[in-house]
C-alpha cells in the first residue's frame, strides 16, 4: 500500500498539473459563485431603489416612515424630487409631471391628475399632490420586474460545449488506459505498480484539467480588448453568446435614438415665416429650466445664421413656465414693436387662444395628423397682435436617430444578425424611426402576439422587424418566444423596465448610461452610446470563438494522437514508445504555447458561430488519427531501418511527438491553410521556442537518452512535410464537410 500511495503521489505532485488544477478549481469557483448570485445581485440593486423614505399620514400627523413600512391604505405626500415609494392612487393636488423612463422606456415625463396612477420608481418632476396607497413591495408595478428577474435562471452554450469536450476525452482517455491495464496484467503479467504508474501520468496528461481555465484565459484577453472598444464584459461566457447571436433586440431610446428631442419641422401660418416661428419659440422659452423641449427650440434658433442677434434686440419681462393644467407656457416680451405676449404649447390649446381659430383650424388639425404620423410631437406657437392673439405656425419635434444607426444595423445585417427594435413608444413613432434606419417597418405591438398560441406568437415576433407599446413583461416573452425558436437573442437595455429582458436573453446587453440594476443584470455593458460599439462586440466576440474552437480541436487532436499511438504500440509491440517522464515534459511542452492561442490572428465569421460538435470532434479526430499514422511510421524508421536502442528510440519518438504536437496548433487554428490569416507573432514564437526545447532536451538527453543532432534535423524535416501534406488534407476535408452539409 505505500509503494502504491508513493507512486500516486509521485504523479500527482507535477508542478504543471498542480498549477493547472489549482487554478481551474480557483477560477470554477468564483465563475460559480458569481453566475449563483448574479440573479440575487440585480434583485439587491431593485431592493435597494425602493430603500426610501415616504411622508405619510398617521393618526392625524404627518410623519417621516421608510418606504417599506407603507401599507395599502396609506396616505402618502409626494412631490417634486421625490422618488415615488409604492403604487399610488392620486387623491387631492393640481397636477404631477412624472419621469416613468426607468420603468417604461418613454423618454418624456407624463402628466398625472386625480384619480390617476403613480408607479412605485417613478420620479416626481414637477408638482405636488397628496396620494393613497394601493401597491407596495413586491406587488407594485415595479415589483413585477424583480419577480421576473428571480424566476430566470441563465444558462450557457459555452458551459455545455466545454462539458461535451471534456466527456468525451475523460471517456476516451479512460477507454483506452484500461484496455492497457487489462493487457499488461491479465496477459503480460507486468507489475501491477509499474503499469499504474505509467496508467496515471497517461490519464493526468489526457485529461483537458486545462479546457476550462484556457479558455477562460482567451474570453479574458478578448473581453480586454472589447474594454478598449467601449464594452465591458461581466459575464465571461457571454462573449461565446455574442459570437453565436443572431437575433439582436435594441431598445430604441439612447440606442438606436439619441434620447434628445429635435425640432425637424416648422410650419409657419399667415404672413409668418420659419424665423419668426424660431424667434418667437424661442422667447417662450427659458433655457434655465433645462426642458427638452425648450432646449430642441433654443438650439435650432442657436444654429440658424444671424437669428441670435435678432432675439437679442427683445427683453422678456415676464416667464410663465409650462404648467399641466393650461398646458403652455407664456412670456410677455418687449421688443421695437412694443410690448406683447407670446404662448407656446399643446397645439389644440394654441389654437382656442388664436383669434383666427375657425378659418384655420382645419388645416392646423390636419398639419398636426401629419406630424402624428411621422412619429413627430406637434407644439403651437401664438403671438399678440392688438390684443389679440394670431396663431403663428407649428413646430414638429421627435427624438432623432444616431448619425450611425443606419450604416450600423446595415453592418449588423451583412453580418447575418437581425436587428428588431423594442420600445414603449407609439407605433408611429416606432415605424417613423423604424423606417429612417432601414429596419423595416412590420411593427407589431404587444397586442398581435400576447394572446396568440406559443407557435403563432412565435411566427410573429420571428416575422417582425420591431415592437412598440411594449411593458417589461412583454420584452421579457419576446425574447423567451425567439429562443424557443432556437435563436440565439441579444437584448439591449437601459433601465429597470429592461432588467427582466437582460436577465432572460443569451447576451444581454446595458447601454451606455443604464440604471445600476440593468448594468447588474446585464452580460456586458457599453460606454458608449450608440449601436456601433455592438458591431465591435460582435466581431470581436467571433474571433474570440474562433480562438476556443481552434483550441478544442487541437486539443481532442493531441489526446487521440498521443493515447492511441501509446496505448496500440504497448498492446501490439509491446514496447512503450515514451517513458512516463517524457508524457510530463510533453504535457509541459505543449501547454505552455496554447495560452498565446488567446492571442493569435484570426478572421471573424461572417455568420453567427456555433458549437457544432460533430464538426468539431470528426476534424479533430481526423487530425489525431493522420498522427497516429505518422507516429508509427517514424517508430517503424527508427526501429527497423535505422535500428536504433529502446532508450535512443525513445527519444526519437519523444521529440517527434514533442515537434508535431505543436504544429498541430497552426493546422487546427482555421479552416484554411495555416498561412491564411498568418499566426500571430506570440503563437508562433511561443511554439518556436518550446519545440527548440524540447529538440535541446533530445539532443543533449536532459533525463533522457540524447539522440544527437543528425537525428533531430531528420525528425524536423519529416514533422514539417507530415504537417504542410496533413494541412492539405484538412481543408479538403472541410470542403466533403461543407458540401454535405
Known amino acids: ?47 435597494q431603489k425602493m430603500a426610501l423614505n415616504a411622508r405619510v399620514l398617521r393618526d392625524g400627523q404627518w410623519t417621516q416612515k421608510p418606504a417599506r413600512e407603507l401599507v395599502p391604505g396609506d396616505v402618502v405626500r409626494v412631490r417634486s424630487g421625490d422618488v415615488v415609494p409604492a403604487d399610488l392612487k392620486l387623491l387631492e393636488g393640481e397636477y404631477l409631471q412624472v419621469d416613468e423612463s426607468a420603468l417604461t422606456g418613454e423618454s418624456l ?7 390617476g396612477i403613480a408607479y412605485s420608481g417613478s420620479v416626481i418632476q414637477k408638482g405636488e399632490m397628496n396620494a393613497l396607497v394601493v401597491a407596495t413591495g413586491m406587488n407594485t408595478y415595479f415589483g413585477a420586474t424583480t419577480k421576473l428577474v428571480a424566476e430566470i435562471r441563465t444558462r450557457s452554450h459555452f458551459q455545455k460545449a466545454v462539458l461535451n469536450i471534456g466527456n468525451y476525452l475523460i471517456v476516451l482517455a479512460g477507454c483506452i488506459v484500461a484496455i492497457v491495464l487489462v493487457v499488461e496484467e491479465l496477459f503480460r503479467h507486468t507489475p501491477f505498480l509499474e503499469t499504474l504508474q505509467f496508467a496515471l501520468v497517461l490519464i493526468v496528461a489526457a485529461i483537458p484539467a486545462a479546457l476550462p481555465a484556457v479558455m477562460s484565459v482567451s474570453m479574458a484577453v478578448g473581453a480586454t480588448e472589447l474594454a478598449k472598444k467601449g464594452a465591458i464584459v461581466s459575464k465571461l461566457v457571454s462573449i461565446e453568446e455574442m459570437a453565436g447571436m443572431d437575433i439582436l433586440c435594441s431598445d430604441k431610446t439612447g440606442t438606436i435614438t439619441q434620447n434628445k428631442l429635435k425640432l425637424s419641422e416648422l410650419v409657419p401660418f399667415g404672413d409668418f415665416n420659419e424665423n419668426d416661428l424660431l424667434i418667437y419659440g424661442s422667447l417662450a422659452s427659458r433655457e434655465e429650466d433645462n426642458d427638452p423641449i425648450d432646449n430642441a427650440i433654443l438650439q435650432k434658433a442657436k444654429e440658424t ?71 413627430y410631437r406637434a407644439l403651437g406657437v401664438c403671438v399678440e397682435e392688438e390684443r389679440k392673439y394670431r396663431f403663428a405656425g407649428l413646430f414638429g419635434l421627435y427624438d432623432p ?27 408611429s413613432i416606432a415605424k417613423e424611426i423604424a423606417s429612417q434606419v432601414g429596419l423595416g417597418t412590420n411593427i407589431v405591438t404587444a397586442d398581435d402576439f400576447v394572446e396568440k398560441s406559443d407557435s403563432e406568437a412565435q411566427e410573429i415576433v420571428e416575422k417582425a422587424d420591431g415592437f412598440a407599446q411594449v411593458f417589461p413583461e412583454h420584452k421579457y416573452k419576446i425574447v423567451e418566444l425567439l429562443q424557443k425558436k432556437e435563436h440565439i437573442v441579444g437584448m439591449t437595455g437601459d433601465g429597470v423596465n429592461d432588467v427582466p429582458a437582460l436577465k432572460m436573453a443569451d447576451a444581454g446587453i446595458a447601454v451606455a448610461g443604464a440604471t445600476d440594476a440593468a448594468k447588474s443584470a446585464a452580460d456586458i455593458v457599453f460606454t458608449i452610446s450608440g449601436l456601433s460599439t455592438i458591431i465591435n462586440a460582435i466581431k470581436e466576440s467571433r474571433k474570440i470563438f474562433q480562438r476556443m474552437k481552434s483550441y478544442a480541436i487541437y486539443r481532442i487532436a493531441e489526446t487521440v494522437r498521443v493515447l492511441f499511438f501509446i496505448a496500440t504500440a504497448i498492446i501490439v509491440f509491446n514496447f512503450y514508445p515514451v517513458t512516463a517522464i517524457m508524457i510530463v515534459l510533453l504535457a509541459i511542452l505543449n501547454d505552455a504555447p496554447i495560452m498565446a492561442i488567446a492571442y493569435d490572428n484570426v478572421r471573424y465569421s461572417q455568420v453567427p458561430e456555433e458549437w457544432n460538435m460533430r464538426e468539431v470532434v470528426r476534424m479533430s479526430t ?35 511527438l514533442a515537434v508535431a504536437g505543436h504544429l498541430t496548433i497552426f493546422i487546427a487554428r482555421n479552416r484554411g491553410h495555416f498561412w491564411s490569416p498568418p499566426p500571430g507573432k506570440l503563437l508562433f514564437w511561443a511554439a518556436v521556442v518550446t519545440k527548440v526545447l524540447a529538440t535541446l532536451v533530445a539532443v543533449y538527453g536532459f533525463y533522457i537518452s540524447p539522440i544527437g543532432w543528425k537525428l533531430a534535423g531528420f525528425i524536423w524535416i519529416y514533422a514539417l512535410a507530415a504537417f504542410v501534406i496533413t494541412d492539405f488534407m484538412k481543408v479538403k476535408l472541410y470542403e466533403i464537410m461543407d458540401r454535405r452539409e
Do not use: C
Not at 415625463?109 to 384619480?115: G, L, N, Q, T
Not at 497516429?628 to 528510440?649: E, N
Open 305 to 375: 445664421e444671424s437669428l441670435e442677434d435678432k432675439i437679442k434686440t427683445y427683453k422678456v419681462e415676464k416667464f410663465t413656465p409650462f404648467d399641466p393644467v393650461i398646458k403652455h407656457t407664456e412670456a410677455t416680451v418687449k421688443g421695437p414693436e412694443g410690448e406683447f405676449k407670446i404662448a407656446k404649447g399643446a397645439p389644440q390649446v394654441i389654437l382656442g387662444m388664436s383669434s383666427n381659430k375657425e378659418e384655420i383650424r382645419q388645416k392646423v388639425e390636419e398639419k398636426v395628423n401629419s406630424m402624428a404620423s411621422k412619429g
Open 1 to 47: 500500500m505505500i509503494e502504491v500511495a508513493a507512486a500516486i503521489s509521485g504523479v500527482i505532485h507535477r508542478w504543471e498539473d498542480f498549477v493547472i488544477i489549482s487554478l481551474l478549481l480557483i477560477l470554477n469557483g468564483v465563475v460559480g459563485f458569481w453566475q449563483e448570485h448574479k440573479a440575487d445581485n440585480a434583485i439587491d440593486l431593485l431592493k
Open 401 to 427: 436617430p444616431h448619425e450611425d444607426s443606419a450604416e450600423t444595423i446595415k453592418t449588423a445585417n451583412s453580418l447575418n444578425v437581425d436587428v428588431k427594435m423594442v420600445t414603449g413608444d407609439h407605433l
Open 109 to 115: 415625463p407624463v402628466e398625472k391628475k386625480s384619480d
Open 622 to 656: 481526423f487530425l489525431g488519427i493522420i498522427g497516429v499514422i505518422v507516429s508509427f511510421a517514424i517508430y517503424y524508421i527508427g526501429a527497423r531501418i535505422l535500428y536504433l536502442s529502446p532508450g535512443v528510440l525513445q527519444s526519437f519518438i519523444f521529440l517527434k
